[in-house]
């Protein structure tokens, strides 16, 4: 029945449009083929869809859209999500379900779990966080916690989930035992950041946080007088940056021991920037604000790429001005961007014709 496939819509399902006829002047007819969307979607591809078929056919000419990939949600953000998703499920998980904390760095997908009910407490400190829980359940975020707070949380008498990435617990272990072998650590991480708080909360007083090298020179007198000394990372930097704070520190500590702890996730979504962006004239980086590995796409396009970017949080934010002029523009996402947020801004772009009233309505359509 099929005569050709146009396009895959989905990185995780399968949703696919095919050509099938032209059954009068101007218009196709299209069979989305879908295991999953919801009907709305449905019709929005399906209009879309059509819409830029026709401007491509008409005009011959196109914005051409790289798709950076790998991009958006990796490994330890789709465990976290389930992990969620499996409590709200289970109704012998007591209730509230809380969560310490943004599961993801994403707005979208905090509020699409408070619409099922569960609880998100948001703020700078877990422990505080903490004493506002009365009772049922508390999830620990993917950014990982103190053994502290998990300590307090069992004492209270809550339940307790952990959804810690995998990769962000090898830290946890590594510090611990560093730690033991009397190695003072630095490490490398953003001030203000989850992850680091709950890292340094495994061995207070032998870990110490550099963001730069001016963290660096104000604890010469602390780790002169320390013979062992360790460095280590957060997981979600950017890889040059850290290179190079590294060099910085083994000028002044050739002894210290590296261990650079950037997760595969973060480093393969940063060389797909560094690689696949080249040449684009614009960088569209969809992510939340908070999230560090977003941000770091930024800077990778900019810094490395040599590509101009800007992030995002969804299509609502993207300026039409930004694309005057321009023929070559990168989409990639953050490690907690759901993957319906780029798809949105993709399809925008691929339909994208600033002289045609239709591509007007198609923004109006995206932004109502
Ligand atoms: S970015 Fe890396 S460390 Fe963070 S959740 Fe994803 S896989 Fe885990």
Request: charged content about 20%.
């Amino acid at each position: 029945m099929f005569q050709r496939k146009l396009a895959s819509f989905s990185e995780e399902k399968e949703v696919h449009l095919w050509f099938v006829e032209r059954f009068s002047v101007g218009h196709l007819l299209i069979y989305l083929e879908s295991h999953s969307s919801s009907k709305r979607n449905l019709q929005s591809v399906l209009v879309m869809s059509a819409h830029s078929w026709e401007l491509g056919e008409k005009r011959n000419v196109s914005m051409e859209v790289i798709k950076v990939s790998p991009r958006g949600y990796c490994y330890g953000v789709v465990d976290a999500l389930q992990v969620v998703q499996q409590a709200v499920k289970d109704t012998r998980v007591p209730r509230p379900i809380h969560i310490l904390g943004q599961i993801i760095h994403n707005r979208h997908a905090v509020e699409e779990f408070t619409a099922l009910g569960v609880i998100t407490l948001d703020g700078p400190d877990r422990m505080d966080l903490l004493e506002q829980v009365t009772g049922g359940t508390v999830i620990f975020t993917a950014h990982g916690v103190s053994p502290l707070v998990k300590a307090r949380a069992r004492e209270r008498g809550l339940h307790c989930i952990d959804a810690t990435c995998p990769d962000v617990t090898v830290t946890h272990q590594l510090v611990s035992t560093l730690a033991q072998q009397g190695y003072a650590i630095l490490y490398i991480g953003k001030h203000g950041h989850p992850e680091p708080e709950g890292v340094l909360g495994e061995v207070p007083g032998q870990i110490f946080l550099v963001e730069n090298e001016a963290d660096v020179d104000a604890l010469a007198p602390e780790l002169q007088r320390r013979e062992r000394l360790a460095v280590t990372t957060q997981t979600t930097l950017s890889q040059w940056d850290t290179k190079q704070l590294i060099a910085y520190i083994k000028e002044q500590y050739p002894h210290a021991q590296v261990h650079i702890d950037i997760c595969p996730a973060t480093q393969k979504r940063q060389e797909a920037v560094a690689s696949q962006a080249k040449g684009a004239e614009l960088t569209i980086v969809v992510g939340d604000p908070r999230s560090n590995n977003t941000n770091r796409l930024v800077q990778v396009s900019e810094e490395v790429a040599g590509v101009p970017a800007v992030r995002i949080e969804d299509l609502s934010q993207l300026r039409p001005e930004w694309l005057a002029g321009k023929k070559r523009i990168a989409v990639t996402a953050g490690a907690s961007t759901p993957s319906h947020l780029t798809r949105e801004v993709i399809r925008y772009l691929e339909a994208y014709d600033p002289h045609t009233a239709q591509t007007e309505n198609l923004v109006h359509m995206r932004r109502g």
